[in-house]
């Protein structure tokens, strides 16, 4: 896979490979030693990836309900999936159209408040610890809590808004056309890990580059543009890439929301809610299990057309990741 | 920017020499005001940045500050849009754990996320230690599959797993949610092994040549030196399991007892004599132990953010 390639050349200087090598060649590699090592981690991905993998792709072309043996039905749960399943549908539009949007916003908005972090010259250090805060918050607790304080009824925040002089501030997550921005708003709050991967990769931004640009009169904005912007690239490329994938598997944060309120038109129902209540709630593991593969196809495309695409706007300083 | 004007200042001086004494004064006024204009721009440029910086953080905490004062008022104002409590309700901290059977929920999550930190930490050190630490065909390979294994969904290995457990009549129980975290974390050893990358080999050649066993070179010499990067990753691993949702509902759910912290708060609107500003006091306690956690440890949980990241 080329994705993880390029995840592993993300890793450090290799050491040891210039004069210490030879002289290492010598002894003797404890091969013993290596296997009792890695043996928590072979039997792991023995029982819980290569064996469930296998088992699900089977079981995609079955009929299953965990208590009798599986029925092997052939393609029946794909035709199902795509031409009578409109669930299926309405999960997958509900979850391109948050990741179309979401990912772009969370993508500007890490870097905003990561450069935000580096202009004063003092005292940033409280605030990266505040935007930082919000990602700490348990995503069961921060999704109630976001429920109940954009309630159009009794919470503050419409008070807030009216307010500040916007009339009828939208329902949130009581109207179906708003919930879905309120999930992301309540996604951007938690930006904080992210935030502090930019951080790292503008404070690595040279100097001399900024210099340079400033001796030639650039305005901030050019500055950013012609400078900041190339370097973030590998950053923002990253985060595009773990965006996609993560945004297929959102579950849980729709999941409490839709609860606490009641999400009739299901405006909430995302791709991996679709997939639990398929397998856990009307226990149709086959069904399930071929939805789940369809994601990991989807997954896999997603990120094959961004890495195809990388080499057209990822600037790597120091060459090319693909050695 | 320092140095930079400062060579500036001496080429300035340069030509200055060539110049009359009048000429020198009529510089001098201009550079001062020139100076003084700077460092009024200086000052303004700093209001505006402490401005943003001020409105962003007002942002960022506004949902926790609710919290807070939403937990501690009574149920009738708790619905009437205020922002701060009157009269203040101490006594909802006290209530929640005799309404809802709180201190049980948070001993479970406590025993699953400690259970599941020794878990990831006891089985992702040695592999993280020969991928980094030891020459070996298949090693880089084996790392591919490693990163790889992290990108995948969880969604495809859900049901067999599932399935595994059942078989095994280990639903509901703790068990499926500890039990793997004894077979190794694609994530923590990739973190791991980035930082033990970083610690020189003239260490270990040392060690081997006076006879130190690969074991004891591990467990010495090379751990100790990586306190910071195991700290992180059993602070990543607790998190991840005191945080988590998805693995209690699929596992625990069907006996109460068994209850976390996630799964008692979504379940809370339903319970007996429930009321929402009690819904506020418990997330602000579920939310508590991780917030201080984070001010006593936050060094180690930015670097380990970071580590995972594209640097280096």
Known sequence: ?323 | MGSLSERITIQMSNVLSHLSDEKIIEIEHHSKVARRKKRWHDFLEMVSNHTLLIFLSTIFIMPLYLVIVISLMNKGQAETRSIWPSPFMWHNYVEVFTAVPFLKWTLNTLFVSLMGTIGTVVSSVPPAYVLSRLQWKGRNTTFVIILGTMMLPGQVTMIPVYIIFSKLHWIPSFLPLIVPSFFSSAFSIFLLRQFFTSIPDEISDAARIDGCSEFKLMMRIVVPLAKPAIAAIALFAFLGSWNDFFGPLLYIVENENLWTLGIGLNAFQGLHHVQTNMMMTASALFMAPVIVIFFFSQKVFIEGVTLTGVKG
């Open chain 1, 1 to 323: 896979m080329q994705l993880t390639k390029a995840v592993a050349s993300f890793s450090p200087r290799k050491r040891g490979e210039g004069a210490l090598a030879p002289a290492r060649k010598k002894l003797k590699v404890p091969y013993l030693f290596i296997f009792l090592c890695m043996s928590p981690w072979i039997f792991g991905i023995i029982i819980f990836t290569a064996y469930p993998m296998v088992a699900s792709f089977y079981q995609s072309f079955t009929k299953f309900n965990l208590i009798d043996s599986p029925e092997w039905v052939g393609l029946e749960n794909f035709h199902r999936m795509f031409f009578e399943d409109s669930d299926f549908w309405l999960a997958l539009r509900n979850t391109v159209w948050i990741s179309a949007i979401s990912i772009p916003l969370r993508i500007a908005f890490a870097m905003f408040t990561a450069w935000v972090l580096t202009k004063p010259k003092r005292g940033s250090s409280i605030y990266r610890t505040i935007f930082f805060l919000p990602s700490m918050v348990p995503t069961v607790a921060a999704s109630m809590v976001f429920t109940y304080i954009f309630n159009p009824a009794y919470g503050p925040i419409n008070r807030g808004l009216e307010a500040i002089g916007i009339k009828d501030p939208p329902f949130w997550f009581m109207d179906p056309k708003w919930s879905k921005w309120g999930l992301i708003l309540l996604g951007l709050w938690g930006i904080g890990d992210t935030m502090i991967i930019y951080l790292a990769g503008l404070l690595d931004v040279p100097k001399s580059l900024y210099e340079a640009a400033s001796l030639e009169g650039a305005t901030q904005w050019q500055s950013f543009r012609y400078v900041t912007l190339p370097m973030m690239t590998p950053v923002i490329f990253f985060s595009f890439v773990t965006g996609v994938i993560g945004s297929f598997q959102y579950f849980t944060q729709a999941y409490v929301a839709s609860g606490q309120v009641n999400d009739y038109s299901h405006a909430m129902y995302f791709y991996a809610t679709h997939i639990y209540f398929t397998a856990f709630r009307a226990y149709e593991m086959g069904y399930a299990s071929a939805l789940a593969w369809v994601l990991l196809v989807i997954t896999l495309v997603c990120t094959l057309i961004i890495l195809k695409t990388q080499k057209r706007w990822v600037h790597y300083p120091n060459g090319s990741l693909f050695k």
